[in-house]
Nanobody, 126 residues
Framework: QVQLVESGGGLVQAGDSLRLSCAAS????????MGWFRQAPGKEREFVAA????????YYADSVKGRFTISRDNAKNTVYLQMNSLKPEDTAVYYC???????????????????WGQGTQVTVSS
């Protein structure tokens, strides 16, 4: 059974940094594209970042480009999201997700991911 467990969320001030982690089990981790999404209250779930199987390719939403970095450690079955220069508008529940798609265009959409974690809350105060 596939299980994704996020950690590392919390309450920080604007300008601070956080690193989220997502540990995977029950899967051949290196066979999955991994993504991060977020959902703020009253808003739809939105794409944040994705990383290819090998980690050689990364993809970012324009709103986080230059501030967030996605990475993975296949030996540890873990994907990370380093978030710097956080803003109040980054406040959301952050979800990690796993995809077996080979179509890069699907990486930007929640429907492209088969497995999801339960999410971790990130709150950025001004």
């Amino acid at each position: 059974q596939v299980q994704l467990v996020e950690s590392g969320g919390g309450l920080v001030q604007a300008g601070d940094s956080l690193r989220l982690s997502c540990a995977a089990s029950g899967v051949t981790f290196s066979g999955f594209v991994m993504g991060w999404f977020r959902q703020a209250p009253g808003k739809e779930r939105e794409f944040v970042a994705a990383i290819s199987w090998s980690g050689g390719s990364t993809y970012y939403a324009d709103s986080v480009k230059g501030r967030f970095t996605i990475s993975r450690d296949n030996a540890k079955n873990t994907v990370y999201l380093q978030m710097n220069s956080l803003k109040p508008e980054d406040t959301a529940v952050y979800y990690c997700a796993a995809s077996t798609s080979i179509n890069r265009r699907t990486y930007y959409y929640a429907a492209g991911y088969a497995y999801w974690g339960q999410g971790t809350q990130v709150t950025v105060s001004s």
